[in-house]
């Protein structure tokens, strides 16, 4: 599987991309996500967000007046947020991750929401991570979102549930990270990891209030290193 197959596989779902994930699910980990992560964030921020899809978690720190742009290497996805949302129009872009063509810090945040893992090539992961942290300005992080293959359910999760209900990681070319890789390949950046969340995507949303408390207590607990994401924030040393 090539990054090339990868730009061919979302371009061609750019049109339902946005509903792979039910609603409810997809603002769900949106918002703690941002509760995770926001102390990084001021009003005055410069955010860059790569891998941004159709432009969702961008369209979302725009309404938290979070000065963010987005950018994505499928031209589909790109041009399918611009007309989701219309006020994106000058904040969303094509590019590559590998090179992204800003200047070195530029940025006072950047961002990879569950994206990382759709390039193949660990070299090239790591490639990813170095640009965004070229482009972040001394002191600035990079705030990173995987799935996490440390949940003993994660193979039979994502191997035969998720790809009957979602095309979005259906063409076979992921390649999952573990949190632990961060803090070894990055140790000098490493700044902080978080567990979170182990509602499943498939959760009814009148059962996700409840889910939700069994969640908090989880996360909590040893357990939490078996939690569905995890977030990592990388910080740019001087």
Not at 7 to 13: D, L, R, S, V, Y
Not at 28 to 41: A, G, M, Q, S
Not at 92 to 100: I, P, R, Y
Not at 232 to 237: A, D, E, F, S
């Given at each position: 599987m090539t990054d090339r197959s990868a730009?061919?596989?979302?371009?061609?779902?750019a049109g339902s991309y946005y509903d792979e994930i039910p609603g409810h699910i997809r603002e769900?980990?949106?918002?703690?996500?941002?509760?995770?992560?926001?102390?990084?964030?001021t009003g005055g921020s410069k955010v860059i967000d790569i891998g941004c899809g159709n432009g969702s978690t961008v369209a979302f720190l725009i309404k938290k007046e979070i000065n963010a742009i987005g950018v994505d290497f499928s031209k589909e996805l790109i041009n399918t947020g611009r007309g989701m949302y219309p006020f994106l129009k000058n904040?969303?872009?094509?590019?590559?991750?590998?090179?992204?063509?800003?200047?070195?810090?530029t940025f006072d945040v950047a961002s990879m929401i569950g994206m990382l893992h759709h390039i193949h090539?660990?070299?090239?992961?790591?490639?990813?991570?170095?640009?965004?942290?070229?482009?972040?300005?001394?002191?600035?992080?990079l705030i990173i979102r995987e799935s996490n293959p440390a949940n003993p359910l994660f193979r039979i999760f994502?191997?035969?549930?998720?790809?009957?209900?979602?095309?979005?990681d259906r063409f076979g070319g992921e390649r999952w990270i573990p949190a632990s890789h961060f803090m070894k390949t990055f140790k000098d950046n490493f700044d902080s990891v978080f567990y979170f969340t182990f509602?499943?995507?498939?959760?009814?949303?009148?059962?996700?209030?409840?889910?939700?408390?069994?969640?908090r207590v989880l996360e909590k607990s040893p357990l939490k290193r078996l939690s569905a994401h995890?977030?990592?924030?990388?910080?740019?040393?001087k």
């Open positions: 730009k061919e596989h979302f371009n061609g779902i769900y980990l949106t918002n703690r996500w941002w509760n995770t992560v926001k102390c990084h964030f904040r969303l872009f094509e590019g590559n991750a590998l090179d992204l063509g800003y200047g070195d810090g090539s660990p070299q090239d992961q790591i490639r990813a991570v170095r640009e965004a942290l070229r482009v972040v300005k001394d002191n600035g992080v994502w191997n035969y549930i998720f790809p009957l209900t979602s095309k979005i509602i499943p995507n498939f959760t009814p949303r009148a059962l996700t209030p409840i889910a939700s408390k069994v969640e995890y977030v990592v924030v990388l910080r740019k040393r």
